[in-house]
């Protein structure tokens, strides 16, 4: 079974300085892995997603399949991106959203 | 709609009684999630419906938890007997069927068991 792993539950960081969010996933396929996002008071939305290769709010994830990790990185965090981060793996067949446990960011002035 | 909605936002009930949430998915998608988020917890799978498929039960805590999708659209969970560690904030989601698309959230309901 698919399984995926946020060791962090916490990171604090300071305005200005880079962020990392750690992913790690068991599977034995070709996942397509998935970050979401949850600001306060707002729903669950996707952040960004492994096939499109896109940069959004500046963030970016690599997926790294011999490491099998998928880790979340920004160069220059903003006040405005303290949120819930979970890092998902969807497998091809059956399409089923498997949710890390999350991380918590939060960035100090 | 324009979005997964879910009522009710907030549900206070009290311990031993049944509970119903209600879940209305974007039209059109086939794929519907329950989670569950409890207070400083990640997410929680309970359920996954999937078109014409039986539904992926498997996060299901205990056998007062149940849900059913009607027409393949609206779902309703339900938790007979509520217990307080029951308390938390249920999510739905959708999906279109296809394994690299998005999922889109409800606004989730707030269960409180006193």
């Known amino acids: 079974a698919q399984r995926v792993t946020q060791p962090e539950k916490l990171l604090s960081v300071f305005k200005g300085a880079p962020v990392e969010l750690k992913c790690n996933y068991s599977y034995s396929g070709s996942p397509e892995l998935f970050w979401y996002v949850q600001y306060s008071r707002q729903r669950l939305q996707l952040l960004l997603r492994?096939?499109s290769r896109e940069s959004i709010k500046g963030f970016t994830a690599d997926l790294n399949k011999g490491e099998t990790s998928f880790h979340l990185k920004k160069p220059f965090a903003q006040e405005e991106d303290s949120a819930m981060y979970y890092c998902?793996?969807?497998?091809?067949?059956?399409?089923?959203?498997?949710f890390g446990g999350g991380t918590r960011v939060l960035v100090k002035p | 709609g324009a979005g997964v909605s879910q009522s009710p936002s907030n549900k206070v009930t009290e311990k031993g009684k049944d509970v119903e949430l209600r879940c209305d998915p974007i039209s059109g998608h086939t794929a519907l999630y329950w989670y569950r988020q409890s207070l400083g917890q990640g997410l929680e799978f309970l359920i996954y419906?999937?078109?014409?498929?039986?539904?992926?039960k498997s996060g299901l805590p205990s056998d007062r938890f149940s849900a059913e999708r009607t027409g393949g659209s609206v779902s309703t969970l339900t938790i007979q007997r509520t217990q307080q560690e029951d308390s938390a904030v249920y999510l739905c989601?959708?999906?279109?069927?296809?394994?690299?698309?998005?999922?889109?959230f409800g606004q989730g309901t707030r269960l409180t068991v006193v």
């Open positions: 989601a959708s999906s279109l069927a296809r394994w690299d698309t998005e999922a889109f």
């Open positions: 492994h096939i």
């Open positions: 998902a793996l969807s497998k091809a067949a059956g399409n089923k959203l498997t």
């Open positions: 419906f999937q078109g014409n498929s039986a539904p992926d």
